[in-house]
């Protein structure tokens, strides 16, 4: 779907990665997937993009299709084996409860950065998550929209939508709770039973241009990676397995690139943020 703003910081973050793995679910028409994926075949030399939707857009297929250096496999099947090709966009047109179970069932799929702006309700999200937090892993990312907004407090179903109502892959079970509602109430449940992972608020702005620091809706989840758009906004440290780290960030390309002013950390062995 759309994470204002938020494209530029994805990018920079994929960009530290050797080969990131990115899932989006809610992919709508493109508009953070055209741009990040445009962005990973300039700036990458390997990744893999799965998009998620429940109902796929023709035109979002006209756009990818004029991506120089993207291959859209068909049918999708997804493989993160090194030997297989890369550069790979895989689209799926289901359920995203359908989807991630199957995804769970390969050990060999883990995903750096996920996108989560699917059915807006508390039952779906609480068990986004859940899955989730088997397909990352300790460095991984997770950016939610709609924490913040229209979508907080209260649910809406893809069942209730004129253009939604008739499509084959719904869950129609899915019921609201009382006092569990929207997707800021899932992310909070979840963070309270989860207590490794930590969630971010963005604020972006350019004061010194007229336009004042804003709170976005998005909310970006991690573990032990820190995000800063500043150095004085660093999280305070939290415990974590050095051993668990230690494997993903083997995959990292240390080179920094231009962060700007945006900054990604992870803890060391000894406790102290250090930059990827």
Not at 202 to 219: A, I, K
Request: aromatic share 10%.
């Amino acid at each position: 779907m759309s994470y204002t703003g938020l494209t530029y910081i994805m990018t920079e973050y994929c960009r530290q990665l050797e080969h990131p793995r990115i899932l989006e679910i809610g992919v709508d028409r493109g508009q953070t997937a055209l741009p990040l994926i445009a962005n990973l075949l300039q700036h990458t030399q390997k990744f893999k993009y799965l998009g998620v939707d429940i109902r796929n857009e023709a035109v979002l297929h006209v756009q990818l299709d004029q991506l120089y250096g993207a291959k859209f496999p068909e049918p999708p099947r997804v493989s993160f084996l090194p030997e297989e090709e890369w550069n790979i966009c895989y689209l799926f047109e289901t359920n995203s409860l359908d989807v991630l179970p199957r995804l769970c069932s390969d050990p060999t799929i883990k995903f750096d950065l996920v996108l989560l702006d699917g059915d807006h309700n508390y039952a779906t999200v609480k068990q986004e998550l859940e899955y989730l937090k088997q397909l990352t892993h300790p460095l991984s990312l997770i950016v939610c929209d709609d924490y913040h907004g229209r979508h907080a407090g209260k649910d809406s179903y893809y069942r209730d939508y004129d253009n939604h109502k008739d499509l084959q892959h719904l869950h129609k079970d899915l019921q609201s709770k009382e006092g569990k509602a929207g997707v800021n109430h899932a992310i909070d449940d979840f963070l309270a039973e989860n207590p490794t992972w930590h969630k971010t608020d963005m604020h972006l702005g350019s004061p010194e241009n007229g336009f004042p620091m804003l709170r976005v809706e998005p909310v970006i989840l991690s573990q032990r990676l820190d995000i800063a758009l500043t150095l004085e906004s660093v999280q305070s440290p939290k415990e974590w397995n050095e051993t668990e780290v230690t494997q993903w960030n083997s995959r990292l390309n240390h080179s920094p690139g231009n962060l700007s002013e945006i900054s990604f950390q992870f803890l060391d062995a000894d406790g102290t943020l250090k930059s990827l």
